[in-house]
C-alpha cells in the first residue's frame, strides 16, 4: 500500500508535469494524445518508450482521471476497441521493436483504427480452420480468402489477420498471424447486414493482397499462439471493466420501470428483481475477479463472467420489451447505416433486444465458452476431435 | 465494535479471504474432516444425536467459535461478521450438525443489544447455548412476535424453531403494549414446553415451544427490543448465505470429482457435452454466489450503509443457488443420488430448508424493490 500511494505521487506529478508542458486548453487533440503517449501516461501498463511505465494495468484510472480533471482530451477508445483491445497487447507480445515503433502510438492515439479479419465463413467456432491462404513470394505474402464479422473494416487502416501458411501440416500448426493494410487495392470491404437492420460489421475480401513478411507478428507456423493470446485479451475485455450498480442493461430496464409505473405487473416485478439481484451478483463477482487478477491470480473465469453478461443481457432486453406492451410492438428504424460506435444499450428496446443476441455468438459462443469452463476451470475431459493429427488439406470441408 | 460507518466505499471491501480468515478455515475443516462424517451426520435422521453434542463442544470452546462475535470487552473474541462467514462455510460443506448458526450468530446478535453481559460472557465461553425464538421462517420484514407477558410469565406459542433443542436459554421476544421485549428464559425451566418437530432437516431439527406461565428475565427493554431481535434476524439473513456457499461449493466439488470417476459408454460421464455444460453452468452459479456471500459479510462487518441491500441480494441469489447445486448433485449421480447411503441427500435437505429460512428468494426481491426504488405496484 504504502507503495501504491508513492506510485500514485510520482503518477501526479508526471501528469502535473505533461499538463504544464503541453497546455490541453491550447494544443490540438492529436498532439496532446502524442505528447501523453510519449510521457508514458498512455497505457500503465506497457513498458517505458511505448506509451507506458511498466506498472500494472490497475493505475490507468487514476491516471485517467487525473488526465480528465486536467482538461485533457482522451483518445476516444470506443472508436478504436479492437485496435486497444486485441491489436496493442498482441503487437506487444509478439511483435519485433520496429513493429512496437510503428504500430502502437498512432494506434493509441486513434489516428489509425485497427480490425480483426479472423473469422470466415467456414471457420467460427472453429477458428483453426481458417482456409484464407498466403502464399509466399519472395520478401512478402500473397493473400486470399475471405473473412466476416469484421466491425470497424471500412474505417480501419490496418488490421490483425490469422491465415493459412501451410496446409500440408495439422490445421493448429498451418497457421500464421500478420498485420495487413487494409488500404491495399486487393481489399474488399463489403458491410453485412444483421438482424437489428444495421451493419455494424463487414465481409472482408482478399484478392491477392500483399503482405511484407516485415509485418508478420510472430514465428511463420506459430499464428494460433498468437491469435489465442488475442482472444484472451478479448475476453478480458469484454467481462473485466468495473461497473457501478444499475450499469449497463438492468439501469436501462431500470429506468423504464420507474418512468412507466402504469406498465407494472407484480409478476413482472418478480422477474425485474431476480435480474437485477444477478446483475449485481455479476456486478461484484467482476469486482471479486478482479481483486483476483490483482494479486496473481488469474484463469480463464473471464469466461464465466461473458457468460452471465450475455445472459442478463438477454434476459433483460427481452423482459423490457414484453414490459413496454404495445409500444414493444415498434420498432424504431430499420434503415441500413453503418453505425460509428455500437452501444448494447442504445437505441430503443427492441433493437437492444435483437443486438443482444449476437452476444452470446461473439468473441466465443457461450457454448465453446462452457466447454472452456468445463474443461479449463473444473478439469473435465476435452470434446473428442478427429481433426488433430491430418494434414489440414485432407480435413473433410 | 465498530459504529455505523461512513468513509468505505462499498467498491473497496476485499471479497476474497484474508490470511487470517484462511487459517480460521483450515482449522475447522480439519476437524469437520475428521469428526463430522456423513454417516455420523445421517445419524440425527435416526434420531441420534451424539454427534451434536461433543463435536460442538470442541468447536465452541476448544476452536473458541461460539464467542466470536461477542466484543472482546464482553468477554468474547472481537472477530467480525467476516470471520463468522468462514466458518458458516465450512460448517455448510460439512452439513455440520451443530448450533454455531443459531447460538452464536442469531441470538448472540439479539443479545449484543442488551445488558445481560453475564449470559454474554457463558455463550462466549461456550458455557451455555442460546436459540432466539423465532420461527426459522421468520425475516426482518416480517416478524411479529407471537408470545405475551402476562404478570411476568410468559404465554404463547411459536413454532418452527431452530437450535431450541441444542439451548440452554431461550430468548423470547415480547409483544407488549410498549413494543416488542427481549426476555430470556431458561430452556428447562417450568412453563416452557420444547416439542421436538420431525423436520425436513434432522442435521438442524426444528422444534414447537409453548410457553405456559414461564418465569423470564427482560434483557432489553421495549424500545431496543424490536432493534435486537431485526438486527439477529438481518446478520441471519446475511451470514446464511455464506453457509448456502459452503453447501454448494460441497456440491459442484464433488458432482465434479464423482463425475470423472464414473464410466457410461466407455468414457467418464463428465466428458459429454451435455453435462460438462450443466457443470460448466453451475460453477459459474457457485462462484457468483461467492461474491455475493463474501459482500454481505463485508459489509455486515463494516456496518456499512449498503448492508441491508447486500444481505437481501445475498439471500435472494445464493439460497437458490444452493438449491440448483444440490439438485444437480442428486440428478447428475444418477441412481447412487438417490439412495439413503450417498450424502447427497444430507445437502439437499439442509439447502431446501435454508431456501425459506429468514425470507424466501422471493420476499427479499420484494423488500429489495423498495430499498432500490423498483416498487411492485405504483405508491
Known amino acids: 500500500m504504502v507503495r501504491d500511494n508513492m506510485v500514485r505521487d510520482d503518477l501526479r506529478s508526471r501528469v502535473k508535469a505533461l499538463l504544464a508542458a503541453t497546455d490541453p486548453a491550447t494544443t490540438d487533440r492529436l498532439d496532446f494524445l502524442r505528447a501523453r503517449f510519449d510521457a508514458g501516461l498512455a497505457w500503465a501498463n506497457f513498458p517505458e518508450g511505448l506509451g507506458g511505465l511498466g506498472l500494472p494495468r490497475a493505475f490507468q484510472p487514476y491516471v485517467d482521471q487525473l488526465l480528465e480533471a486536467g482538461g485533457a482530451p482522451d483518445n476516444n477508445p470506443l472508436r478504436n476497441g479492437i485496435g486497444l483491445g486485441m491489436a496493442a497487447p498482441t503487437i506487444l507480445a509478439f511483435g519485433t521493436d520496429q513493429q512496437k515503433q510503428r504500430f502502437l502510438k498512432p494506434l493509441w492515439t486513434g489516428e489509425e483504427v485497427w480490425c480483426q479479419l479472423f473469422s470466415e465463413p467456414g471457420a467460427g467456432s472453429d477458428l483453426a480452420a481458417v482456409s484464407t491462404r498466403a502464399v509466399r513470394d519472395g520478401d512478402s505474402w500473397v493473400v486470399n480468402g475471405q473473412k466476416v464479422w469484421t466491425s470497424a473494416a471500412h474505417k480501419a487502416r490496418f488490421a490483425i489477420l490469422l491465415v493459412r501458411t501451410d496446409p500440408n501440416v495439422s490445421k493448429h500448426a498451418g497457421l500464421s498471424y500478420f498485420v495487413c493494410d487494409m488500404t491495399d487495392p486487393g481489399v474488399d470491404v463489403r458491410p453485412l447486414r444483421q438482424l437489428t437492420g444495421e451493419a455494424e460489421f463487414n465481409e472482408v475480401f482478399l484478392t491477392d493482397v500483399r ?12 499464428g494460433w499462439k498468437v491469435a489465442t493470446a488475442t482472444l484472451m485479451n478479448e475476453r478480458v475485455a469484454i467481462g473485466g471493466a468495473a ?130 469452463v468445463a474443461e479449463r476451470v473444473l478439469g473435465l475431459p476435452a470434446e473428442p476431435r478427429t481433426d488433430k493429427d491430418i494434414a489440414w488439406k485432407d480435413l473433410p470441408k | 465494535m465498530t459504529s455505523e460507518s461512513t468513509n468505505s466505499d462499498p467498491d473497496d471491501l476485499n471479497l476474497l479471504y484474508t490470511d487470517v480468515e484462511d487459517s480460521l478455515r ?7 474432516t475428521a469428526r463430522c462424517t456423513p454417516e455420523r451426520v445421517v445419524a440425527a435422521y435416526d434420531g441420534d444425536r451424539d454427534l451434536q453434542l461433543g463435536l460442538w463442544r470442541s468447536l465452541s ?28 462455510e465450512e460448517l455448510g460443506r460439512f452439513v455440520a450438525p451443530v448450533p454455531f448458526f443459531t447460538s452464536a450468530v442469531v441470538a448472540t446478535t439479539a443479545l449484543l443489544q442488551g445488558d445481560d453481559d453475564e449470559t454474554l460472557g457463558q455463550l462466549a465461553a461456550g458455557g451455555c447455548t442460546a436459540a432466539l425464538v423465532v ?66 432437516d434432522m442435521t438442524r431439527q426444528l422444534a414447537d415451544i409453548d410457553f405456559t406461565g414461564a418465569r423470564s428475565t427482560q434483557v432489553t427493554v421495549a424500545e431496543s427490543g424490536d432493534a435486537a431481535v431485526r438486527d439477529a434476524l438481518e446478520l441471519g439473513a446475511a451470514l446464511l448465505a455464506s453457509e448456502q456457499l459452503g453447501v454448494a461449493q460441497w456440491c459442484l466439488d464433488h458432482t465434479v470429482s464423482y463425475l470423472l470417476d464414473r464410466k457410461q459408454f466407455g468414457r467418464p460421464v463428465g466428458g459429454f457435452q451435455a453435462i460438462k455444460h450443466r457443470l460448466a453452468d453451475l460453477y459459474v452459479m457457485v462462484e457468483s454466489a461467492h461474491a455475493a456471500a463474501r459482500y454481505a459479510a463485508a459489509t455486515a462487518a463494516d456496518h456499512d450503509p449498503d448492508r441491508r441491500l447486500a444481505a437481501s441480494v445475498a439471500q435472494a441469489y445464493c439460497s437458490e443457488v444452493a438449491v440448483k447445486a444440490a439438485e444437480e448433485c442428486v440428478q447428475l449421480h444418477g441412481g447412487i443420488g438417490m439412495t439413503w447411503e450417498h450424502p447427497a441427500h444430507l445437502y439437499l435437505k439442509r439447502a431446501k430448508a435454508d431456501q425459506i429460512a429468514f425470507g424466501t428468494a422471493g420476499a427479499h426481491r420484494l423488500r429489495l424493490g423498495e430499498l432500490v426504488g423498483l416498487p411492485v405496484v405504483p405508491a
Open chain 2, 135 to 200: 420461527p426459522f421462517s421468520a425475516s426482518a420484514t416480517s416478524f411479529r412476535p407471537t408470545v405475551r407477558a402476562d404478570n411476568g410469565k410468559l404465554q404463547g406459542r411459536v413454532t418452527s424453531v431452530v437450535g431450541a433443542l441444542d439451548a440452554d436459554v431461550l430468548l423470547v421476544p415480547v409483544s407488549t403494549d410498549a413494543g416488542v421485549e427481549l426476555h430470556r428464559v431458561e430452556a428447562s425451566g417450568t412453563g416452557v414446553g420444547v416439542e421436538p418437530v420431525v423436520s425436513l
Open chain 1, 243 to 372: 461497473a457501478p450498480r444499475e450499469g449497463g442493461m438492468i439501469g436501462v430496464v431500470a429506468r423504464t420501470w420507474r418512468d412507466r409505473p402504469e406498465l407494472r405487473t407484480a409478476e413482472l416485478h418478480d422477474r425485474l428483481m431476480t435480474l437485477w439481484v444477478e446483475a449485481e451478483v455479476a456486478r461484484l463477482t467482476g469486482q471479486r475477479l478482479r481483486q483476483k487478477l490483482a494479486l496473481g491470480q488469474p484463469g480463464p473465469e473471464g469466461s464465466a463472467m461473458k457468460l452471465t453478461f450475455a445472459r442478463l443481457a438477454q434476459q433483460l432486453s427481452g423482459l423490457e420489451v414484453e414490459l413496454l406492451g404495445e409500444d414493444g410492438l415498434r420498432y424504431s428504424d430499420w434503415t441500413m447505416v453503418r453505425p460509428d460506435i455500437v452501444e448494447f444499450t442504445g437505441r430503443d428496446a427492441g433493437y437492444r433486444y435483437l443486438r443482444a443476441k449476437g452476444n452470446s455468438i461473439e468473441g466465443g459462443t457461450s457454448e465453446i465458452l462452457r466447454n472452456i
Open chain 2, 26 to 32: 483450515e482449522s475447522i475443516h480439519d476437524l469437520l
Open chain 1, 211 to 222: 503482405i511484407p513478411d516485415s509485418y508478420r507478428l510472430g514465428e511463420e507456423g506459430q
Open chain 2, 61 to 88: 470452546v476448544d476452536l473458541g467459535l461460539a464467542g466470536l462475535l461477542v466484543p472482546e470487552d464482553r468477554g468474547g473474541a472481537g472477530a467480525t461478521a467476516r470471520e463468522a462467514a468462514v466458518v458458516l
